[in-house]
Structures are given as C-alpha cells and as structure tokens.
T-cell receptor, first 114, second 115 residues
Framework: NAGVTQTPKFQVLKTGQSMTLQCAQD?????MSWYRQDPGMGLRLIHY???????DQGEVPNGYNVSRSTTEDFPLRLLSAAPSQTSVYFC?????????????FGPGTRLTVT | AQKVTQAQTEISVVEKEDVTLDCVYE???????LFWYKQPPSGELVFLIR??????QNEISGRYSWNFQKSTSSFNFTITASQVVDSAVYFC????????????FGKGNQVVVIP
C-alpha cells in the first residue's frame, strides 16, 4: 500500500492564482480530511469528508473548496490564492467506524503564495 | 469545545536523559480519543498512540510510555533514555466521538536531543 499520497510536494503561487492540491489513499478509508500547519499553531482542519459525495467544513474553510467523487481521492482547491494561505498542507485518512481511529497523514505540500 | 494544551514549546535534553511531554485537554464529551503524533525534521506526521476515554491504562512501547489521567485531564508522554533520533516535534491531539470527529491538535513540543 502506498498509504496517503499528495502532489505536489512544493508549490509557489502568485496572489490570485488558483490551483488544486491532490490527495489519494489506497486503504479504502471512508474518512478523509485536509489540515494546514502554520508555525506555532499546530494543525487546523480545513475540510473533511466521511465518504464519497459527502463533504463538510472544518475549522478554517474560507478560501478552499473540496469534492469527493471517489473513495480514493480528495482534492483541495484554492480558488484565489492569498499570502495568508502560505502554509504546509496535510491530507489524512482513517477508517470511519463508531470508534475514532487514528488518521494517517500524507507527506504534505508546502505552498508559498507571493 | 475541544482544546489541547501543550505548554512546553521547546525542550532540550542530553542524550540518554528522560523527557516528559505534558498534554492537558478539555472536552465536554464523555467519549473521546487521545493521540500522540511525531513530526521528525523530514516533516511527515507519524502516529504513535491512540487512547480512548474509557481506557485509563498506562502504556509502554519500547522507550515510549504514556500516562493517561482523566482526573487531571492529562495524557503525558515520556521518552526514556532519549536518543538523537527522538529529536522531533510531538503533537498531542483530541477527537470527540460526536460532531465532525475533527482532531484538535496542541501546538506541539519541539524536542531537541543533544548528543
């Protein structure tokens, strides 16, 4: 199993540009999520999905869109990049059962918006 | 609302010393889950342990041990006989059983092991 994969690893955008961060998992996990990590802030939830066709907002959703057309993929779209979105982005997945299982994280995407 | 506090920002220890990382959490749920993750300098997040609120047994895994105390809302992590490879940021996280199951992370402890 490859686990959770993310592309690209690094990206530089200009303010106002849009782009999509890709995330895929091959563990048949129902639950997938996107976090951003900023210095001194820990990780904060952007959006999450409990299964194909179902998404919801997390703690810091503004400026981001998601969709979940398949179990495997959960892309994150930046609509109009802003310098405040400079961050490291992590995708994660886990089983979605009655219990809350651990999340497995992808390697991260380091995004810089100039 | 769920909240995790890791008060010590950076901790430096000399190799072979023990180091304890404090984690204090807040939640209104009676059913919740606690986690520790390690983030080495390479940047990935590595799962270390999960504990649910009904299981207060302490756990030991090699040089790692965890002390869960519901009475003080704490889930502390100890590295025994630290090694340079233990240098990393360690995150404590909490997930309530209800709601969106989001992981609420603490701000992390930067552990620096000096050879």
């Amino acid at each position: 199993n490859a686990g959770v994969t993310q592309t690209p690893k690094f990206q530089v955008l200009k303010t106002g540009q849009s782009m999509t961060l890709q995330c895929a998992q091959d563990m048949n996990h129902e639950y997938m999520s996107w976090y951003r990590q900023d210095p001194g802030m820990g990780l904060r939830l952007i959006h999450y999905s409990v299964g194909a066709g179902i998404t919801d907002q997390g703690e810091v959703p503004n400026g981001y869109n998601v969709s979940r057309s398949t179990t495997e993929d959960f892309p994150l779209r930046l609509l109009s990049a802003a310098p405040s979105q400079t961050s490291v982005y992590f995708c994660a997945s886990r089983k979605n059962r009655e219990e809350v299982y651990e999340q497995y994280f992808g390697p991260g995407t380091r995004l810089t918006v100039t | 609302a769920q909240k995790v506090t890791q008060a010590q920002t950076e901790i430096s220890v000399v190799e072979k010393e023990d180091v304890t990382l404090d984690c204090v959490y807040e939640t209104r749920d009676t059913t919740y889950y606690l986690f520790w993750y390690k983030q080495p300098p390479s940047g990935e997040l590595v799962f270390l342990i999960r504990r649910n609120s009904f299981d207060e047994q302490n756990e030991i895994s090699g040089r790692y041990s965890w002390n869960f105390q519901k009475s003080t809302s704490s889930f502390n992590f100890t590295i025994t006989a630290s090694q340079v490879v233990d240098s990393a940021v360690y995150f404590c996280a909490l997930s309530e059983a209800g709601g969106n199951n989001r992981l609420a992370f603490g701000k992390g402890n930067q552990v620096v092991v000096i050879p």
